[in-house]
């Protein structure tokens, strides 16, 4: 879970070690193949099949964040709660202990059962134990909560996370400073008995280099006194002409601990991120204290992945590692000392800059090395050595101002989250690094939301999650699964973060506690389709966005393709300059990465994250230089004849990049504009142009994969952000999908709430591509697949489809095409080839509402135990649908109800009569059972159910069963934590319309 972090005075944060990344990419290739986790790509379209896309096996099922109260758990609870997950159709869970709503943590007894214990450690083996005979898998957090942090780490041993702390005393000029060395300006945290002096510096004050927050400082007349520090003490004369500065500068621990601990005894503190020592006592902790030979075998049959929460280092000051001056000076050529005025920090604030220009050089430089040894000494050692234990890392690479682009090439499976993210660029960023590296998965945090525990609903959940996945998202872990019970807790058991500070905390805690368990297993069907079809073949992606700064979680995207592109369905996906050294950055026909994403072009505008100044480092120029005589097309917005360096120049480098990027810009499939309006121009100018197009500029979103010669377009109504207003409406427009087979090509709907795959009955088709329409609710997804005819094997390959109709609409059924309306008439339809036809349809019934229903409620209470609840069931008989907020009976009732009613058909009902069933407002989950017969989850952001032939002549009973959150209960029973809400208007509220319909053969 990520807590933004303010972005620290426009800082440039760019790149690591270019042969680092490339290096360790080749190795995770290397270990792992091609695919890092979950469905290794197909390798021929004959595997492509209806079963394929019905039955997702449990490698691609969703997750959950499974939250443990530390070790404070029962190896027969354990066992149970991993069948619960089984059950309801999930393929696995991550363990995590997190116990933030547990204010009194002495109940959790963590010298017995903490984090790491023998207690925690027999709950793993018997989750592992489980899993394996369930056919799971079970992830493991490297530490309790986060960050990493492992016991037996000290405040002040090495391996501990380190800041840099700095003091200050203002000398004016002439006068003469005696005393003792400044002491930092922040005191040091609890715990924290040893210090460094790293230097003492005296800088004359610059005003002109000062801003709204910063003391300028000029650093041609910067001096270093360290030498002159004796027993602590320091005297020096300033001289004449201006004010100075004295800063002294403190190496020192934070002594950070994991959120919400103590999580063990001794208790953890968080490690240096950024040295060996801190990933030696990771590994170190788990090779002596946990990987026993039981578990180690046990990882081998039901492991995963280790996993590793969000970067989230907490310091008033700069974050540090001893050997940073070192490898600035190995990596820039220029000593770090100088430079630690422009560098340290107050509570994430800058305090002194110096010249503009020099000072986010400098900052630039600063973290593009903080970024070297993070990538070098935590992220790739941690992922070398699950390897060697037969496990994956898994991590969320973010929270700190470093290459998060480079961070996610290297690592097997980069994560992203829901709650810290602030719109789609976010995850295309991880994307990048993913694909360009050859993996195959990437992650997300899924359905946190701040004060929505127990009335989270699973509609807002696929709302927020459909536009994920069409950035690149291909595997959920939802947020998330709470064991039953821990001391002290109320009804419906503990719940890793509610209460939180008094009041209801972040959600979800799914399981069986909750009434829509009932129904989860539609949803994790649902999920496991779509992971199933954004798993299969490789990515391909329309564009490639440079970004000299890797830094995600901003929100910060690319300007025209955010804006105006995909609106208009193009793709794209960011790329910091190191993935540019990968084996996969090579141009082939004119495509980036030929056998990954096959970028059509490369699109460079100046770096967002500093005012938008048209930087680029010499190498990176080189290799886009490299690229574009390859054939590569690219666009440049902004100034790039005058480019600047991002780092501080060595001699005359700012001549040579100019020099280089005029050779660039004279290449003819490369075009510089100045306004961002001029993008979409350019590219066209190029003969680039998106896979997808749409008739109109839409909220449809899209991802595109390519297994052999079959096209995979994943499309979604989808929000750019989880705050974008006005809300999304639905669409109902064209769209032009461009197919990778050559031949006979017919496209495919696949339904990821039933499993069904169906050949499209009307469509066009020329040189641009296959054109269909698509109509989708706010939220709602689908997936269009080209392909041969026949390839899922249905009966309709070979036949001829509709490219015109007037009638409502024309589709494939078991004995071919048929024309369907709501009215009887004679349709006419116009096929492939050319022919015309008439259907005649026969009297249609008119709709009706559906207004008088029986409920039967199961309604949920607190039950003499934290973990029981009691039912009490209730009958009501309605002459009008209202949610059950507005039905005095059911105000404050939470649990499942069952709608029942009858319809009454005429006698001239026959096999060509079908009907729709509209639900209309119906909250939360729902299924609908007809004479009977329950029928295949239907579309919970879509609720109209298609009965097909379920109807008969005479009676019909209709039955609509809804699961609600819990919210509405507990803000009576529990009013000090969850009666601050107004009541939710959950149930089956309407209108429902049965409409009734005739279909018939066309030829």
């Not at 969000?310 to 220029?334: C, H, M, N």
């Not at 992922?383 to 700190?400: N, T």
């Amino acid at each position: 879970m990520h807590k933004p972090i303010p972005q620290r005075g426009g800082i440039s944060r760019r790149t690591v070690l270019a042969a680092s990344l490339a290096a360790g990419a080749a190795t995770a290739l290397t270990a792992t193949g091609t695919t890092s986790a979950g469905a290794a790509p197909l390798t021929g379209p004959q595997q492509l099949s209806a079963d394929w896309f019905a039955t997702a096996p449990r490698a691609v099922r969703p997750k959950f964040r499974w939250w443990w109260p530390d070790g404070l758990v029962d190896p027969t609870e354990i066992a149970r709660e991993i069948d619960q997950i089984a059950d309801a159709g999930f393929g696995g869970a991550e363990i995590s202990a997190v116990h933030h709503s547990i204010k009194d943590k002495s109940v959790l007894d963590t010298a017995h059962h903490g984090w790491g214990s023998p207690a925690w450690r027999e709950g793993v083996e018997a989750a592992l134990r489980q899993a394996a005979r369930r056919g799971l898998t079970v992830d493991l957090t490297l530490g309790p909560s986060w960050p990493v942090a492992v016991p037996g780490v000290t405040p002040d041993d090495e391996a501990a996370a380190q800041e840099l702390a700095y003091g200050r005393v203002s000398v004016a000029a002439g006068t003469t400073y005696q005393g003792p060395v400044p002491e930092p300006v922040r005191a040091a945290a609890s715990g924290v008995t040893s210090r460094t002096l790293l230097a003492v510096q005296a800088a004359p004050v610059a005003p002109a280099n000062s801003t709204r927050k910063e003391t300028g400082l000029d650093l041609a007349g910067l001096q270093n006194l360290t030498s002159t520090v004796e027993n602590g003490t320091l005297t020096w004369t300033a001289p004449a002409g201006s004010d100075w500065v004295l800063i002294s500068y403190w190496q020192r621990s934070t002594a950070q601990q994991p959120e919400s601990g103590p999580h063990s005894a001794p208790a953890a503190y968080v490690v240096d991120h950024f040295s060996p020592s801190g990933t030696a006592a990771v590994t170190g902790f788990w090779e002596g204290s946990v990987l026993t030979g039981t578990v180690r075998r046990l990882l081998k049959a039901a492991g995963g992945a280790f996993f590793e929460d969000s970067i989230e280092l907490e310091t008033d000051s700069l974050v540090w590692t001893s050997a940073l001056p070192q490898a600035f000076e190995e990596r820039t050529g220029r000593p770090l000392l100088p430079y630690l005025p422009a560098l340290v920090l107050d509570k994430s604030n800058q305090v002194f800059a110096f010249e503009a220009q020099l000072t986010r050089q400098i900052r630039h430089d600063f973290w593009e090395t903080v970024s070297h040894l993070f990538n070098t000494h935590h992220v790739t050692a941690l992922r070398d050595w699950a390897h060697s234990l037969g496990m994956e890392l898994r991590s969320q690479p973010y929270g700190l101002q470093t290459d998060a682009i480079a961070s996610a090439a290297l690592l097997d499976i980069p994560e992203g989250e829901s709650l810290g993210f602030k719109n789609l660029d976010d995850y295309r960023c991880l994307a990048g690094g993913r694909d360009m590296a050859g993996h195959t998965v990437l992650s997300c945090e899924s359905g946190a939301y701040n004060g929505s525990a127990y009335s989270t609903t699973w509609d807002r959940f696929l709302r927020t999650m459909g536009g994920a996945y069409a950035a690149g998202v291909n595997q959920t872990v939802v947020h998330g699964f709470s064991y039953a019970t821990a001391p002290g807790v109320s009804w419906p058991g503990f719940a890793a973060f509610s209460p939180y500070n008094g009041a209801a905390g972040y959600g979800e805690s799914w399981g069986p506690r909750q009434p829509t368990w009932r129904h989860a297993a539609d949803i994790a069907g649902y999920l496991g389709r779509v992971h199933q079809v954004l798993q299969t073949g490789t990515p391909q992606v329309d564009v490639a966005v440079f970004r000299q700064t890797g830094y995600t979680a901003t929100g910060i995207g690319a300007s025209w393709f955010t804006s105006t592109g995909v609106p208009l369905g193009w793709t794209h996906q960011f790329l910091s300059g190191p993935l540019l050294d990968l084996p996969s950055a090579r141009v082939e026909d004119g495509r980036l990465a030929p056998d990954g994403p096959a970028y059509k072009a490369l699109f460079v505008e100046g770096d967002f994250f500093y005012s938008s100044t048209p930087t680029l480092a010499l190498a990176d120029a080189r290799k886009l230089l490299r690229l574009a005589r390859a054939g590569l097309p690219m666009v440049l917005l902004g100034a790039f004849d005058q480019a600047l360096t991002p780092g501080v120049p060595d001699q005359d480098e700012t001549a040579r990049l100019r020099e280089v990027l005029a050779s660039l810009l004279a290449l003819p499939h490369v075009k510089a504009v100045t306004d961002k309006t001029a993008v979409g121009d350019a590219l066209t100018a190029l003969g680039v142009t998106p896979d997808a197009r749409y008739a109109t500029a839409s909220t449809l979103l899209n991802f595109h994969r390519v297994i052999g010669d079959t096209d995979l377009y994943y499309l979604c109504n989808g929000k750019h952000a989880e705050t974008v207003k006005p809300p999304v409406a639905a669409i109902d427009h064209a769209i032009t999908l461009r197919p990778t087979r050559r031949g006979t090509t017919v496209p495919y709907r696949l339904d990821p709430w039933t499993g069904e795959v169906t050949r499209i009955g009307r469509y066009t088709e020329d040189d641009d591509g296959i054109t269909l329409r698509v109509t989708l609710d706010p939220g709602q997804a689908t997936v269009i697949a080209l392909g041969r005819p026949g390839l899922f094997g249905d009966r309709n390959g070979a036949r001829r489809h509709a490219v015109d109709s007037d009638a409502d609409s024309v589709l494939f059924t078991d004995r071919g095409l048929a024309v369907r309306a709501s009215a009887a008439g004679t349709y006419t339809t116009r096929l492939s080839q050319g022919r015309t036809v008439t259907s005649t349809l026969p009297a249609v019934p008119a709709p009706v509402t559906l207004d008088s229903w029986r409920l039967d409620v199961e309604d949920w209470y607190p039950g003499s135990t934290p973990t029981d609840t009691d039912i009490v069931r209730r009958t009501l008989t309605l002459d009008a649908l209202l949610p059950w907020s507005q039905i005095p009976e059911l105000a404050d009732s939470a649990g499942i109800g069952r709608y029942r009613t009858s319809v009454s058909l005429p006698a001239d009902w026959s096999a060509s009569h079908g009907a729709l069933l509209e639900l209309g407002v119906v909250s939360d989950t729902f299924r609908v059972t007809v004479n009977g017969v329950r029928l295949a989850p239907a579309d919970r952001l879509h609720p109209v159910v298609d009965l097909g032939g379920r109807l008969r002549p005479g009676t019909n009973v209709i039955e609509v069963e809804v699961a609600t959150p819990l919210i509405n209960r507990l803000r009576v029973s529990q009013p000090t934590v969850f009666g601050a809400g107004a009541r939710q208007a959950y149930g089956l509220s309407g209108p429902v319309r049965l409409v009734p319909y005739v279909q018939d053969l066309v030829d």
